[in-house]
């Protein structure tokens, strides 16, 4: 990544769906389609990802995470033996986090055969000649939904079980050649920073490559689900062994961006400063404006620029303009910067 530019532009994980992925997705489980046919509806939504954002502008890519049906981590639960699903509590009304799938514990959590990202890496590393990013859920992102259930003393200690899994995948993942790998947890709340960093550090130990850490406030349907205050886990967060810390900035209106002056150290900040969770459309001086915001609290040299969070729950159209938006406005900043 050596010849990249100074503000590199980059994305999160997921991008915008085509309206077809939405209404084929499930065809193959509902016996409408077999194998052939889902393969082809998931290697023509990743070309149109790596397409998009490669026409953008945006200088390090990801597969736009289209093979994941279920969301950026629902469907590797399909694929962990130890842990089995729970009925959903609350099925009527608007949809709420609290509708999502749960489980239990019901044997040692292991994923015999992989999470699967070392294919979706060789995929997009196979088909284009941008720099790429790899994103993986975290140990709290995946412990976070399964119940102990006596076979685990806790959620943490769930999370750790994960860990391990997550490592032998981040392992491969670098024997494929993937060289920048996020890592994406949630803000809980009732796990400190330097927890978060302590299962961070057990997921990533021994993983030669650059590492991110996306600290999540949530984006399922575009909302958020934790409070979103960056302060209840910094400077504890820090522990991690991370390159880069990811944070979202735009949809609080950069609030906290100046306590970045107080917990830099000397690391980089993959600044979020395009709101996925609104549909208004940021112009290139809307990205600007924000971006020079982000400049008064972080060096140039230290900041890569990226969305808050990923598109997977935006229409693709409004992803795409979005991204643009983002180039657009990291490259009027680049000039000011060489003038």
């Not at 575009?222 to 390159?243: I, K, M, T, V």
Request: charged fraction near 25%; aromatic fraction near 10%.
């Amino acid at each position: 990544m050596s010849d990249l530019p100074i503000l590199p532009t980059t994305v999160v994980g997921s991008h915008g769906k085509p309206g077809w992925w939405h209404a084929c997705k499930d065809l193959h489980d509902e016996g409408a389609w077999g194998p052939y046919d889902l393969a082809e509806l998931l290697d023509d939504a990743t070309d149109v990802a790596i397409l998009d954002q490669e026409r953008a502008g945006v200088d390090i890519i990801s597969d736009g995470e289209s093979r994941r049906l279920d969301g950026y981590v629902d469907g590797y639960y399909g694929v962990i033996d130890g842990i089995r699903a729970l009925p959903t509590a609350r099925q009527a009304g608007p949809w709420g986090y609290d509708q999502q799938t749960r489980y239990e514990a019901i044997g040692k959590i292991n994923a015999p055969t992989g999470l699967g990202i070392v294919q979706e890496f060789d995929y997009l590393n196979a088909h284009t000649q941008k720099a790429t990013k790899v994103t993986c859920a975290g140990p709290l992102t995946f412990g976070s939904r399964i119940r102990p259930n006596n076979f685990y003393s806790d959620t943490v200690a769930v999370a750790e079980e994960f860990a391990h899994v997550i490592n032998a995948e981040l392992k491969a993942l670098v024997d494929a050649g993937a060289r920048f790998i996020q890592i994406d947890e949630p803000a809980r709340g009732n796990v400190t920073g330097a927890e978060m960093a302590r299962l961070f550090n057990l997921a990533t130990e021994g993983v030669e490559a650059k590492l991110a850490f996306h600290i999540c406030f949530g984006n399922r349907f575009g909302r958020a689900r934790f409070q979103r205050c960056y302060g209840n886990y910094f400077p504890g967060a820090l522990e991690a062994r991370a390159d880069q810390f990811v944070l979202e900035y735009a949809s609080r209106e950069m609030a906290e961006i100046e306590m970045w002056r107080e917990w830099n150290d000397g690391r980089e900040l993959g600044a979020g400063i395009i709101d996925v969770k609104s549909f208004h459309p940021e112009s290139a001086e809307d990205v600007a404006a924000r971006l020079r915001q982000v400049l008064k609290y972080a060096d140039a040299d230290k900041v890569y620029i990226n969305p808050d969070c990923g598109f997977g729950w935006s229409p693709r159209g409004m992803a795409v303009d979005k991204l643009r938006a983002m180039v657009a406005g990291t490259r009027i900043v680049r000039e000011e910067l060489t003038r």
